[in-house]
């Protein structure tokens, strides 16, 4: 269900919005019932809402604490106020678990596909050839932003710099290496998230694991473009993992 909010008025507002349900002892005169409600990816612990007014807009803020059961839940708030002549309030939702973090829609986004010269080229730097990420004995994800940083991470190599006509203005560079128990697992598939409504990512990379396996532990190196500005402390890095 998605998340709403109504302006009831009247009697007759209240009847054409909701069919069930008994209505709130209100004096429609001089009061309006402001209802809204919708859904969460969580149970829910704790709910609180609050009722301003500013630049001539109402804003229903409305702050939802979410518990750590992955069961869909539904929500509810009723506000009675002071007679208000608007048409519409505006919802603000800030759903989040206890410690603060977001609870995210999470949207994936889709890369943009490389040249040839630049498919070439980044799995040569994401690789363990190169120093900077093959001397690394732990997890690592990178935000290219800049040519300067690109410049400097494939320093190892005596290819030209082929990133002067690449627009660092519009694009980003998502790259980095996982560490696995053994050489013989794969990375099956890897995303980007994104966090909807927020600014933050989530990079993805799933791990098909070798069961029977044993021996040296491996190194397995990803890489993507995207068409976004990506804040690397923005970014998190999560392996799941398939037998």
């Given amino acids: ?104 829609l999470w949207e994936q986004v889709t890369p943009t596909a490389p040249s040839n010269e630049q498919k070439s080229r980044l ?20 935000v290219i932003n800049h040519r300067e940083d690109m410049v400097k991470l494939q320093g190892f190599s005596e290819y030209p710099d082929m990133w002067m006509e690449f627009d660092w203005d519009h694009y980003s560079v998502v790259g980095g290496k996982i560490v696995t128990s053994s050489v013989s697992d794969e990375i099956l598939s890897q995303q980007l998230l994104a966090c909807f409504g927020t600014s933050l990512y989530q ?11 044993f021996g040296a532990m491996g190194y397995h190196y990803f890489w993507a473009i995207y068409a976004e500005k990506i804040d690397s402390k923005d970014v998190s890095l999560t392996i799941k993992t398939v037998e």
């Fill in 203 to 213: 990079y993805e990379v799933e791990v098909k694991k070798c069961t029977y396996c």
């Fill in 1 to 104: 269900q998605h998340d709403s909010v109504y302006v009831v008025n009247s009697e007759e507002e209240w009847a054409n919005i909701f069919t069930c349900g008994d209505r709130p002892e209100i004096d429609f005169s001089t009061k309006t019932l402001l209802v809204a409600f919708g859904g969460t990816t969580n149970g829910v612990a704790n709910i609180s809402k609050e009722l301003l007014f500013e630049d001539n807009l109402l804003y229903l803020m409305v702050d939802i604490e979410l518990n750590m059961y992955a069961v869909a839940e539904g929500w509810h708030v009723i506000l009675i106020t002071d007679k208000i002549n608007a048409q519409e309030v505006i919802l603000n939702l800030n759903k989040h678990f206890s410690d603060g973090t977001p609870a995210c």
């Fill in 123 to 142: 799995d040569d730097v994401f690789s363990g050839s190169n120093p900077l990420l093959g001397n690394s004995r732990s997890n690592t994800l990178m």
